[in-house]
C-alpha cells in the first residue's frame, strides 16, 4: 500500500525507540496543522491494515432479510476476474447484487451477517455504507442493515 504525503509534513524516525514521529514546517499555518492528525490517522490506518486488517459486521434485521455471497451476478458482468457479489434479498421484488470491490473479501457466516475484510480501511467502510444505503436502519420497527454494533433508539408510537 501506498500513500501520497503532502510536501509540508517530514516523517522523522526515532533510531532508539523505533518510533517514528510526524512534523509539519509551519505549526502556525491553519491547514497544515489539520493535515498533520489527518495524515497520522491514515498511516495509522494503512499500518493497521497491513498488519491486522480491517473488518465490518453487517446485521440484517427484518423478516427475510437475507444475503449470500455468490461468484457470478445476474444482473451485473463482473469488474475483474474472480470478482463475488454480494446479493440481498431485503424486501424488494428483486435480489440486489453488489459487486464486491478488489482487495476487500466478503463472506456470509449467517444468512443475516456479513462479514467485510480488507487491508484498506476506507474501501472495506464504503462498500458496507453502500450495502447499508439499500435499507437503513428506521426508528419505528427497528428494522435494516447495521454496520459494527451500530444501534438506534426506538421512537414510541403516535397515540390520539
Known amino acids: 500500500m501506498s500513500m501520497p504525503i503532502?510536501?509540508?509534513?517530514?516523517?522523522?524516525?526515532?533510531?532508539?525507540?523505533?518510533?517514528?514521529?510526524?512534523?509539519?514546517?509551519?505549526?502556525?499555518?491553519?491547514?497544515?496543522?489539520?493535515m498533520w492528525g489527518t495524515v497520522r490517522a491514515y498511516l495509522q490506518n494503512h499500518i493497521l491494515g497491513v498488519s491486522e486488517g480491517h473488518t465490518a459486521i453487517l446485521r440484517l434485521v427484518g423478516v427475510g432479510y437475507r444475503a449470500t455471497v455468490e461468484s457470478i451476478a445476474i444482473t451485473k458482468p463482473a469488474a475483474y476476474p474472480g470478482q463475488q457479489f454480494v446479493s440481498l434479498k431485503v424486501g424488494y421484488s428483486h435480489p440486489i447484487e453488489l459487486g464486491v470491490p478488489m482487495g476487500v473479501k466478503a463472506s456470509t457466516p449467517q444468512p443475516t451477517r456479513i462479514l467485510l475484510?480488507?487491508?484498506?480501511?476506507?474501501?472495506?467502510m464504503q462498500f458496507a455504507a453502500k450495502i447499508r444505503a439499500w435499507r437503513?436502519?428506521?426508528?419505528?420497527?427497528?428494522?435494516?442493515?447495521?454496520?459494527?454494533?451500530?444501534t438506534i433508539r426506538l421512537k414510541a408510537k403516535k397515540i390520539k
Open 6 to 34: 503532502p510536501p509540508y509534513i517530514s516523517i522523522t524516525q526515532d533510531a532508539g525507540n523505533r518510533a517514528q514521529t510526524l512534523d509539519v514546517l509551519d505549526a502556525k499555518d491553519r491547514k497544515q496543522r489539520e
Open 136 to 150: 437503513v436502519p428506521e426508528p419505528y420497527k427497528g428494522k435494516g442493515i447495521f454496520v459494527n454494533g451500530e
Open 117 to 124: 475484510e480488507g487491508c484498506e480501511k476506507e474501501v472495506v
